[in-house]
C-alpha cells in the first residue's frame, strides 16, 4: 500500500512537471523560428520519455496481478500436491503401494523422465528424455509407483512421445478388488488424478473403498499395479455399473517414471494373430 502511494505520488508530480514545462515551450515556441526548431526536437523527447514513464507505470501493476495469478496458481497445485502424496503414504500403510522402485517379472524396465507434458487438452500428451537407444519402444507402459501415466505411442533416437492417461483416446484394463470384474478404466475428462471404470456387471456387488488394480489383461501393462480407489456408481443403460475411481496418480507433480515393455509381446501378438486368421 505505501509503495502504490509513493508511486502515485510520483505520477501526480510528473504529470504537474509536464505540464509547466509544456506552457513555458509554448511561450518559447512562438518567439522565433530557432527556438520552434529547438522546441520541437525537446518535445519529442519528453513525449518519448512520458510514454516509457506511463509504459513503466502500466508493467508494475501488470506485474502486481500476474503475481497475485502465480500465487493463486501455486496455492491451488501445492494443496493437489498434498492430496496425491496423502493418499500415496494412505495407500503405502495399507500395504497397497511399495517403494517407487518397480520391478515386475516378464517385463524390461527404464527409467525415464518426463521434459514435457500437457495437462489442459482433452488429448493430453508427454515427452520422454529417453528413445530407442535406450530401450524404448512403441507401445510400451509407462507408470510410477502411483499408478499408471501412459503409453509411449512413437520413439526417436533420445526422445520418446507417449499419450498421458488424461487422454480421452486411451482406455486400460482395470480389475475391480482383488478378484473382481474387469473392465476399461478412462480418464474421466475432468481432473487430474479421476477416472471411470465402465461396464461392471450389475450382479458384481463392490464397496466403495476397494481398490482398483491392473487386470493384466493387455499386453501393455503388468497385472496388479494399484491404481486407486472406487467411489460412488450409477447404472448405464439398466444393464452395467459406472464407477468413479479417485487415482492414487495425480498428473498435477509428475516428473520421474518408468518405462515397461513386455519381454514376450512379440510372441504373443504373433500367436494372436494365428487365432485372428483361424477364425477368419
Known amino acids: 500500500m505505501v509503495d502504490e502511494r509513493k508511486t502515485w505520488a510520483k ?4 504529470v504537474v512537471f509536464i505540464l509547466m514545462e509544456i506552457a513555458a515551450l509554448s511561450m518559447l515556441k512562438h518567439s ?12 519529442h523527447r519528453v513525449m518519448a520519455w512520458v510514454w516509457g514513464g506511463f509504459d513503466s507505470i502500466g508493467h508494475y501493476f501488470s506485474l502486481r496481478t500476474e503475481n497475485e495469478k502465480l500465487a493463486a496458481e501455486n496455492a491451488m497445485l501445492t494443496e493437489s500436491l498434498r492430496r496425491s502424496q496423502d493418499k500415496v503414504q494412505k495407500a503405502m500403510e495399507n500395504g497397497l503401494l511399495t517403494d517407487t522402485t518397480m520391478v515386475f517379472a516378464g517385463y524390461d524396465h527404464v527409467p525415464a523422465s518426463i521434459v514435457k507434458i ?6 493430453n500428451y508427454f515427452i520422454l528424455n529417453k528413445g530407442y537407444e535406450d530401450g524404448v519402444r512403441p507401445q510400451s507402459g509407462v507408470i510410477t509407483a502411483s499408478g499408471i501415466v501412459g503409453i509411449v505411442d512413437a520413439v526417436e533416437k533420445h526422445y520418446s512421445y507417449g499419450l498421458s492417461f488424461m487422454n480421452t483416446g486411451v482406455s486400460i484394463s482395470a480389475r475391480l ?4 470384474a474387469v473392465g476399461p478404466l478412462t480418464w474421466d475428462g475432468i481432473s487430474m488424478d479421476g ?5 461392471i456387471p450389475l450382479q458384481y456387488k463392490y464397496a466403495p473403498g476397494d481398490t482398483v488394480w491392473t487386470s493384466g489383461s493387455s499386453i501393455l501393462f503388468p497385472p496388479d499395479i494399484p491404481l486407486g480407489i472406487a467411489g460412488s456408481s450409477k447404472v448405464v443403460n439398466g444393464a452395467v455399473n459406472e464407477i468413479q475411481v479417485d ?3 495425480s498428473f498435477t507433480a509428475l516428473r520421474y517414471v518408468t518405462v515397461v515393455s513386455n519381454a514376450g509381446r512379440e510372441e504373443i501378438m504373433y500367436l494372436e494373430n494365428l487365432e485372428n486368421e483361424g477364425e477368419e
Request: glycine fraction near 8%; charge should be positive.
Open 177 to 180: 478388488g482383488n478378484e473382481g
Open 32 to 43: 522565433g523560428s530557432l527556438q520552434d526548431i529547438w522546441v520541437t526536437k525537446a518535445s
Open 118 to 123: 500437457s495437462r489442459n487438452k482433452q488429448h
Open 195 to 199: 477416472a471411470v471404470l465402465r461396464d
Open 247 to 249: 487415482l492414487f496418480q
Open 11 to 14: 505520477v501526480i508530480s510528473t
